[in-house]
């Protein structure tokens, strides 16, 4: 077997002919043909994962086919990616907190990435290790400064709006009193103290 066959799991060359490829996975409801015909109007299938391989470059080699294990298995990383985006992944809504989504301070391209690094809220981008913040490239340990300093920023507005509610009904609660003790005092009630 050659070292560039496709079927060789462990290749060995510089250059993975997969790695120059552009691949992109998509939804799409395909046009079924033979009921079109019998219906005499456009019918479409079920929505349906597929994916689209592209030789850069070269417009005549376009390959727009419906998903399959292969195609999963030979670009594991971009569908796992696509999965993610399209929120296939199931418990990634679950999880508490802060998500990513939500989060201004973060660029597309890193929301992306961090993504498929399986992170999903600003806490637990905020809480990674120098372990986990390396897989994100040179960036990361800015990211994760980034995160902190906005979930400081965001518990900071939390708190003052909390301590300005109950300072509110503070005042509120004095004005009732103060009220209640001048009413007290103009029926001619004694007053406590």
Do not use: C
Not at 86 to 105: F, N, T, V
Not at 165 to 183: V, Y
């Amino acid at each position: 077997m050659l070292a560039s066959d496709l079927n060789n799991r462990e290749f060995v060359n510089p250059v993975n002919p997969d790695d120059l490829l552009h691949v992109e996975f998509f939804w799409k409801e395909p046009v079924l043909q033979w009921q079109t015909e019998v219906q005499g109007k456009e019918v479409r299938g079920p929505r349906t994962p597929f994916v689209r391989i592209v030789r850069p470059g070269d417009n005549t080699s376009i390959i727009e086919t419906a998903v399959r294990d292969d195609h999963k298995a030979r670009w594991p990383q971009k569908w796992l990616a696509w999965q993610i985006r399209e929120g296939m992944i199931e418990g990634a809504g679950d999880i508490p907190g802060w998500k990513l989504d939500d989060w201004p301070g973060i660029k597309p391209d890193q929301l992306n990435e961090v993504k498929f690094l399986r992170f999903s809220t600003v806490e637990q981008l905020a809480g990674a290790s120098d372990a986990q913040i390396q897989r994100l490239g040179v960036g990361g340990i800015g990211l994760r400064e980034q995160a902190r300093a906005a979930l400081k920023e965001r518990n900071r507005a939390e708190y003052k709006s909390e301590i300005d509610a109950k300072d509110k009904m503070i005042a509120d609660l004095a004005a009732r009193l103060d009220k209640l003790e001048k009413s007290q005092g103009t029926l001619g009630l004694p007053k406590k103290g």
